[in-house]
RNA sequence: GGCCGGAUGCCCGAGCGGACCAAGGGAGCGGAUUGCAAAUCCGUGAUUCGUGGGUUCGAAUCCCACUCCGGCCUCCA
């Protein structure tokens, strides 16, 4: 059982052994302890469904390895220090980011709606979108928020989910060490830069050298007459207007961007991590810059396994604010998509693929997975357990991938998902296993009581890592509910005296409110849609665009 | 200009040299069922894998060339 990921940093794949494996060397994943840092979302606005697909791609990463007995630390960033914005040099003149969200905020208290009670803190902007995060990584099923709302107090939490303002500390040690070490130098601005030209292995993960960057493609390496090599990247920069800034040795002002990621990492997880995750567009500069800011301030390997993301289009285009064709969790909620349905959707395709994103894709995945809901309910129903055997609850150690008591089949289908798993995560081939052996079950109107309770052991099992079965959809509001009892009653009435206009127009109301109608011989039913109507939809894109 | 990926049926997507006349999910179509639907059930689709060469007893899978698409090269997951 050999587990393989594809390495960003040795351009290939290659079996995945952790530091500290387990004890049995057949099965080094059981019992290991891995550590695992994920780049979190920036929090001055909502995340999107690509900042998701990225951290889904790691929590499915991170489950699997749960799936074969290792217990994962894993640490996500929430980076509330605003960095900069697109039309400001890589020195960081110009507006942070946060600046940005708090303007937003003004306007938006001046327009009545006050998010935050004072827009003129940065630190309340920041709560206010990392609050918006959890509440979304929830709903989604992210097995590190499930960590950090399990972790007992502030500071625990602050080991799992950390603010680089709570770091600056660190940070600065960090750079003096890099000083000391000669990694560094203070520029003829006053700003503390790193220096490139002194790290060997600078490239290296993005595949560029230090020659290429020097002269990058229409010169958008920044030029400075303040620093040694044009691809040098500042570490600390002094501003004394800046609205983010702290003391320092170099006067008061804020840290570059790749500092907190390094700095954090080391201090949570030590020196030398497992594995690292991000998004495809992290690689280069700030995972490249990653690896020198740690590896010079040690002299250590800073991480084994990296690991990116590849980006999603929507709908057959990139995905960018101007296209109108960018989402939220809470755009797509809105409407009618159970988050669910979202986490399905974007763990579907194999994380290295390019994912497109359609308002179909949605659709498919709505049906796959109310097909697989269906059985989980109907096995729960042949074990007397009607409410499908409760909620596999998030991430947490398992055990081995014991499948003991299993029928063969059941065995055979697990045995074949993880297969698909462990050859660098591929959802897509683990899924088709998965519905292989659950078709013909989908169609079964019977279980023995033995069936029915391995059957759904298997399933137990597989949704560690999909976490959509037995996770409760977003139920409905409740005023919506009583709306929609109300509506069936008259619409059953109606049937009843076999006024069927009235009962299709009052069908259509009750799919308008998210709910579909099952007439049965023993009268209807409804159920939560978890897809809006096709014919209600006409496109996530146009849709998104005609705002 | 440099560095990466990709091209499989109507759509998404697996496939990593012989079990492939190509998995799985959707959509469509025909039928059963229904007041009409929904859901469900039955049936139905690539002799072919971007194009052209080559290697091999054998290629979607390996090699070469070409065409097209996407990403990164200091905002970005």
Redesign the pocket.
Known sequence: MTVRFYNSLT?QQEDFVPQTPGPSAQAPLRGAQIRMYT????VYDY?????F???LFADVLRRHLEWHGATVRQVMNM?DVG????D???DGAGRD?LELAVEKMKQSKKSGAALVENPNDPGQVADFFVRAFLEDARRLGLAVVADYDRAGGAAAQERIMPRPTRHIGQFIELIQKLLVRGHAYIGSDGVVYYD?GGFAAYGRL????VE??SH???G???ESAAKRH????FLWKPDRHHLMRWPSPWGEGYPG?HVECSSMAMEILGESLDIHT?????????HE?EIAQSEGATGRPFVRLWM??????VE?E???KSKGNFFTIRDLMEKGVDPLVIRLALI???Y?????F?L??L???A??M??LR?LVEKLGGAVGDPGGAGETGPAGPEGGPSTACLEPADADMLAEFQN?LD??L?T??A??A???W??PR??RKKFTDDEARSSLAALRRVDHVLGVMFKPLQPLAQDTRANVENLLRQ?DEA?QR?D??T??RL?ANLTALGV?????PSG?QWRRRLAPERSTAPGIATEAARR
């Not at 780049?39 to 920036?42: E, K, Q, R, S, V």
């Not at 995340?47 to 900042?51: K, L, R, S, V």
């Not at 960095?83 to 697109?86: D, Y």
């Not at 993005?206 to 050298?209: D, E, L, P, R, W």
């Open positions: 351009h780049c979190g979302p920036t995340a999107h469904i690509g900042n697909r990225s951290f980076t960095h900069m914005t697109q400001q040099t890589a980011k490139v993005s595949g560029n050298s290429q960057l990058g493609a229409g958008r390496t920044n044009p691809a040098d990247f961007w991000g998004g495809e567009d992290n690689i280069f500069p700030h810059c990116h993301a590849r980006h999603l289009m057959g990139k995905m960018s579907r395709t194999r290295r693929e390019t994912l497109n359609t179909q894709s659709h498919e995945t049906g796959a109310g097909s269906d698909a050859d660098d591929n897509s081939a899924l088709a998965l519905f292989t659950a078709a989908f169609k619409r049937r076999k069927f206009a009962a299709d069908r579909e109608v099952h007439d049965t209807s």
